[in-house]
């Protein structure tokens, strides 16, 4: 056994930073080691990055425009953890490297600290979506169901780019890893979530429901080996947390979605809104998923043969079983509650639509960054320019867990040598002199390869980038 961390609790305090800093200090969430790219073997092991606590700021609800940023990807990652801790996670082996990790996950300490944490995050995140959503145009049962299919009619007319992006790139495979590493991210949290919501004693209300439930979360164990499958065709394994470091915010941000409705239960009719959104989402996406994970990853995809259709009349069908019931009884509140769910999950789906767009094309342009960065650097100096810089001096082995700048930055290597990496399917090299254009709310890691390596982040403003690129 570990010892266990004897370090006062943060209460009383009225900051709630603070409360995050303590939770993040435990030892499952401290920042990455040199082979901690991917932890396979070990699903309690979630780098936070736990020293950028000292300055971001969660006592104020976050805006919509920095949702993609730093303090989004850490706070999802955080809860997250919050979220995941009621639910059971073994290893597939017994190891001794494993199990201090396994009991600071468990211990009572970050049950405390998860439940301060807790409401301190869910307000930091998802406050913004409260300004997003268009209401209703009269609150009844009829008109929730009348806008869900509109919203399907939209979605099956236009169903985005995101996914198509990674037929457009170069490198396919690593695009479409990269893509099956973030629906790792989100489906089997949204499967848990459905579970989780399933218990409970509430057939007086609504006598259909737990078996509703009961059946989404049996459908999803009975595909998990076919999940299990696509994943290991890609060479991946689909084991709890596994890819950690490369899941987008928003990817974790879809399945903290549904969870926050699940486990906040006066959230109930809202998670119902979330479960429709995510029956139309796996519908219009099966058949581009099943394509692109066939071509690219040469696997046959099983797992989204069993994904259910839709339809218009089923949608109905689907609405009117778990709404109506509650309507009679509750009334607008009932009603309300359901369109906040399901355009709430509409509204992570767009978000993640662009920050994996963005993400791909940039992953499959780095030469071109680093052109970029080469022309940005050149012109500051013609001008002679000076823009905030930072400078690391960095060890043999020092590894920068995974995350991403609120701003567009340079990465200058001075002297030294590392691997910067944003996939699991290969790392890049930068040498002395080697510069690359890091654009605001990349996903990117490093890890030093020499005795000791400096590079500077020149802070490269919005307007000076549009002007030079």
């Given at each position: 056994?570990?010892?266990?961390?004897?370090?006062?609790?943060?209460?009383?305090?009225?900051?709630?930073?603070?409360?995050?800093?303590?939770?993040?200090?435990?030892?499952?969430?401290?920042?990455?080691?040199?082979?901690?790219?991917?932890?396979?073997?070990?699903?309690?092991?979630?780098?936070?990055?736990?020293?950028?606590?000292?300055?971001?700021?969660?006592?104020?609800?976050?805006?919509?425009?920095?949702?993609?940023?730093?303090?989004?990807?850490?706070?999802?990652?955080?809860?997250?953890?919050?979220?995941?801790?009621?639910?059971?996670?073994?290893?597939?082996?017994?190891?001794?490297?494993?199990?201090?990790?396994?009991?600071?996950?468990?211990?009572?300490?970050?049950?405390?600290?998860?439940?301060?944490?807790?409401?301190?995050?869910?307000?930091?995140?998802?406050?913004?979506?409260?300004?997003?959503?268009?209401?209703?145009?009269?609150?009844?049962?009829?008109?929730?169901?009348?806008?869900?299919?509109?919203?399907?009619?939209?979605?099956?007319?236009?169903?985005?780019?995101?996914?198509?992006?990674v037929l457009s790139t170069r490198d396919r495979r690593e695009a479409a890893t990269f893509l099956?590493?973030?629906?790792?991210?989100?489906?089997?949290?949204?499967?848990?979530?459905?579970?989780?919501?399933?218990?409970?004693?509430?057939?007086?209300?609504?006598?259909?429901?737990?078996?509703?439930?009961?059946?989404?979360?049996?459908?999803?164990?009975?595909?998990?080996?076919?999940?299990?499958?696509?994943?290991?065709?890609?060479?991946?394994?689909?084991?709890?947390?596994?890819?950690?470091?490369?899941?987008?915010?928003?990817?974790?941000?879809?399945?903290?979605?549904?969870?926050?409705?699940?486990?906040?239960?006066?959230?109930?009719?809202a998670f119902l809104g979330a479960l429709v959104h995510k029956r139309i989402d796996e519908a219009?996406?099966?058949?581009?998923?099943?394509?692109?994970?066939?071509?690219?990853l040469t696997t046959d995809a099983d797992y989204f043969q069993g994904v259910r259709d839709v339809?218009?009349?089923?949608?109905?069908?689907?609405?009117?079983?778990?709404?109506?019931?509650?309507?009679?009884?509750?009334?607008?509140?009932?009603?309300?509650?359901?369109?906040?769910?399901?355009?709430?999950?509409?509204?992570?789906?767009?978000?993640?639509?662009?920050?994996?767009?963005?993400?791909?094309?940039?992953?499959?342009?780095?030469?071109?960054?680093?052109?970029?960065?080469?022309?940005?650097?050149?012109?500051?100096?013609?001008?002679?320019?000076?823009?905030?810089?930072?400078?690391?001096?960095?060890?043999?082995?020092?590894?920068?867990?995974?995350?991403?700048?609120?701003?567009?930055?340079?990465?200058?290597?001075?002297?030294?040598?590392?691997?910067?990496?944003?996939?699991?399917?290969?790392?890049?090299?930068?040498?002395?002199?080697?510069?690359?254009?890091?654009?605001?709310?990349?996903?990117?890691?490093?890890?030093?390869?020499?005795?000791?390596?400096?590079?500077?982040?020149?802070?490269?403003?919005?307007?000076?980038?549009?002007?030079?690129?």
């Amino acid at each position: 056994m570990t010892a266990p961390d004897e370090s006062p609790l943060p209460l009383g305090t009225d900051d709630p930073n603070d409360i995050l800093k303590a939770f993040a200090a435990n030892r499952a969430f401290r920042a990455a080691e040199w082979d901690e790219l991917t932890t396979e073997e070990n699903p309690y092991r979630r780098p936070v990055r736990p020293d950028d606590l000292a300055w971001l700021d969660y006592s104020r609800p976050m805006p919509v425009s920095e949702a993609l940023k730093l303090s989004g990807l850490l706070g999802h990652r955080m809860l997250r953890n919050v979220y995941d801790l009621e639910a059971l996670y073994l290893p597939p082996a017994d190891s001794p490297t494993v199990r201090p990790d396994q009991e600071a996950f468990y211990s009572d300490r970050n049950r405390m600290l998860s439940a301060l944490a807790k409401p301190v995050l869910e307000k930091h995140l998802f406050t913004f979506l409260d300004g997003e959503r268009t209401p209703l145009e009269e609150p009844t049962a009829e008109a929730a169901g009348r806008h869900v299919l509109e919203y399907f009619e939209r979605r099956r007319a236009d169903p985005g780019t995101a996914i198509d992006t990674v037929l457009s790139t170069r490198d396919r495979r690593e695009a479409a890893t990269f893509l099956l590493l973030q629906l790792s991210a989100f489906l089997p949290a949204m499967n848990t979530a459905i579970g989780r919501a399933a218990l409970g004693e509430y057939d007086l209300a609504h006598d259909s429901l737990r078996s509703f439930l009961l059946d989404e979360y049996r459908a999803w164990v009975t595909a998990s080996q076919a999940y299990g499958g696509l994943l290991g065709d890609a060479g991946l394994k689909p084991a709890a947390a596994a890819y950690w470091q490369l899941y987008l915010g928003t990817s974790l941000a879809r399945g903290n979605y549904l969870h926050y409705t699940s486990v906040n239960r006066e959230h109930v009719f809202a998670f119902l809104g979330a479960l429709v959104h995510k029956r139309i989402d796996e519908a219009l996406t099966r058949e581009r998923f099943r394509s692109v994970f066939s071509e690219c990853l040469t696997t046959d995809a099983d797992y989204f043969q069993g994904v259910r259709d839709v339809t218009g009349t089923g949608l109905t069908e689907l609405v009117d079983r778990l709404l109506a019931p509650f309507a009679d009884t509750y009334g607008e509140q009932a009603v309300q509650g359901f369109h906040r769910g399901f355009a709430d999950a509409a509204r992570y789906t767009d978000l993640w639509e662009a920050d994996l767009r963005e993400q791909l094309v940039w992953a499959d342009s780095i030469e071109e960054y680093q052109d970029r960065a080469e022309k940005i650097d050149r012109y500051l100096k013609d001008e002679d320019i000076e823009v905030d810089l930072d400078t690391f001096v960095e060890s043999w082995e020092e590894t920068s867990t995974t995350h991403v700048h609120d701003e567009h930055r340079l990465v200058m290597i001075e002297a030294g040598q590392m691997h910067f990496w944003n996939n699991v399917t290969h790392k890049i090299e930068l040498n002395q002199g080697d510069k690359l254009l890091i654009p605001v709310s990349r996903l990117h890691g490093s890890t030093v390869l020499s005795g000791e390596c400096t590079y500077h982040q020149p802070i490269i403003p919005d307007d000076m980038l549009v002007r030079i690129i």
